[in-house]
């Protein structure tokens, strides 16, 4: 079983700040954890994903995030905010070899203020 | 590389009816996952196949359907719909189960 809490449903950074998303996971076997981004009216486009290897995982647009296995944490972040980083931010786990699909926490709605 | 292509974008129907969506993978990608997106209970998984056979199947009852061809497409289907399947469907295909799942836009079926 697994399962992923986002902390906090909406997020608000001022231009230029820094992001931080927060996501805890559980999994019962070792986690792939991947992070999502969505806008409006459009389906999930990968940010980063962890697998196995380096805990700090670089992504697209200038996200990353690190793995913290004792800390069951794979947080979000990015140095400095801009307006096109506003959307939708999803955290998802699936089980290495496991069978239940990506879990995906409900979201993180990130708001970019000028 | 063409993306994972969902038709239709839209669809509207009524109570009762039944639906199918449709879901082309990346060419080279034999593991489809379909998953609903509601605002109230946000992303969940509905099934994935493998290779023409469904891997494991998320917690929706037996009205949600599914099936994968061998050119790797999937459908699925849902009958005597119920104004609570209104959603956004999104279909992903990875070139294996478990690995990084690559969305389509998704399907928006309203039902009324």
């Known amino acids: 079983a697994q399962s992923v809490t986002q902390l906090g449903s909406h997020v608000s950074v001022s231009e230029g700040a820094l992001v931080l998303l927060r996501c805890n996971y559980s999994?019962?076997?070792?986690?792939?954890l991947f992070w999502y981004v969505q806008y409006p009216n459009q389906g999930l486009q990968l940010l980063l994903k962890?697998?196995?290897?380096?805990?700090l995982v670089k992504g697209i647009n200038g996200f990353e995030a690190e793995f913290k296995k004792s800390e069951t944490s794979f947080h979000l972040t990015k140095p400095s905010a801009h307006m096109s980083d506003a959307a939708e931010y999803f955290c998802?786990?699936?089980?290495?070899?496991?069978?239940?699909?990506?879990?995906f926490g409900k979201g993180t709605h990130l708001i970019i203020q000028p | 590389k063409a993306g994972v292509t969902q038709t239709p974008r839209y669809l509207i129907k009524t109570r009762g009816q039944q639906v199918t969506l449709s879901c082309s993978p990346i060419s080279g990608h034999r593991s489809v996952s379909w998953y609903q997106q509601t605002p109230g209970q946000g992303l969940q998984f509905l099934f994935e196949?493998?290779?023409?056979?469904?891997?494991n199947k998320g917690n929706f009852p037996g009205r949600f359907s599914g099936r994968q061809f061998s050119n790797s497409r999937s459908e699925m289907n849902v009958s005597t719909l119920e104004l609570g399947d209104s959603a956004l469907y999104l279909c992903?295909?990875?070139?294996?189960?478990?690995?990084?799942?690559?969305f389509g836009q998704g399907t928006r079926l309203t039902v009324v």
């Open positions: 962890y697998t196995t290897g380096a805990t």
């Open positions: 196949y493998f290779s023409e056979t469904q891997r």
């Open positions: 992903a295909s990875s070139s294996q189960p478990n690995t990084e799942a690559f």
């Open positions: 999994s019962s076997v070792p986690p792939y």
């Open positions: 998802a786990v699936s089980g290495r070899g496991g069978a239940d699909g990506l879990t």
